[in-house]
C-alpha cells in the first residue's frame, strides 16, 4: 500500500459520513438479516483494519444465518437461484465455510458440505465444480494438494462474479468427474440417503 492509498484509509476512519454509513449498514444487516450487506461491511471492516472480535462477530453472523437459510431451503425442497445476490451471498459463505473445514482436515464435514451445496445449486459449472470439490476429498487429497494439483487458481479473474468459486482446474471438468467416478457415484449414493432420511423425518 503506497502513502497515498494510506492517507486515504485514515482519512476514511475520520470521515463521519463514511462512518455513519457503516453503522447504517450494520443495522440494515441485523434488521434485514441480510448475508449479502453483512459481506458489504466485512469488507469495508477489512479494509478499515478493524479488530480481530468485530470481523469474527460479523462473520458469525454471515455463516450463522447462511446455514439458517440453507435448512429452510433443504426444507422446503428448493434450490438456490444464484441470479438473486443474496441468495448468491448465502451459497458464497457455505462455501468458504465448507473450504475452511476442509483447510481444517474435517474431512467429512467439508464434503458432506460440497455436496450439499451441489444438490441445491442449478448451475451446472457451480455443480460440477462442487462434485469435483466432494470428489477431492473423498479421494484422499489434502487441501494443499487440492490446491496445488487439481485447482487452477491463476486462471481466477477478480472481476468475475463467480471468483469466490473454484470452478476452473488442471483437466476438464468432465475428465476430472471421469477420474472421480467412483467417489462422485458415492456422493450422489450419500445424499440420496440423506434426502430418503430427510423425508422419513419429515413423516
Known amino acids: 500500500m503506497n502513502e497515498e492509498e494510506q492517507i ?3 482519512a476514511l ?25 453483512g459481506y458489504q461491511l466485512l469488507d469495508a471492516k477489512l479494509l478499515m483494519e478493524e479488530d480481530g472480535e468485530t470481523i469474527d462477530e460479523i462473520f458469525t453472523f454471515i455463516v450463522n444465518e447462511a446455514f439458517d437459510r440453507l435448512a429452510q431451503t433443504l426444507s422446503e425442497e428448493k434450490k438456490f437461484d444464484m441470479s438473486d445476490p443474496e441468495q ?4 458464497r459463505a457455505i462455501y468458504e465455510h465448507g473450504i475452511q473445514r476442509y483447510s481444517e482436515k474435517d474431512i467429512k464435514g467439508a464434503r458432506e ?4 451445496l451441489y444438490y441445491t445449486v442449478t448451475e451446472e459449472e457451480l455443480r460440477d465444480a462442487f462434485m469435483i470439490h466432494a470428489a477431492a476429498v473423498a479421494a484422499g487429497h489434502d487441501f494443499d494438494s487440492f490446491i496445488e494439483n487439481l485447482a487452477d487458481v491463476k486462471s481466477i479473474n477478480p472481476n468475475d462474479a463467480t471468483a469466490f468459486f473454484i470452478t476452473s482446474f488442471v483437466q476438464p471438468n468432465d475428465i476430472l468427474l471421469q477420474m472421480f467416478a467412483k467417489e462422485v457415484a458415492e456422493g450422489k449414493e450419500l445424499l440420496a440417503k440423506m434426502e430418503e432420511h430427510s423425508k422419513k423425518s419429515e413423516e
Open 113 to 116: 458440505i460440497f455436496l450439499i
Open 88 to 91: 448468491w451471498a448465502t451459497v
Open 13 to 37: 476512519k475520520k470521515d463521519p459520513e463514511f462512518q455513519e454509513n457503516l453503522r447504517l449498514l450494520e443495522k440494515e444487516m441485523k434488521s434485514q438479516r441480510s448475508i449479502a450487506k
Open 8 to 10: 486515504d484509509l485514515e
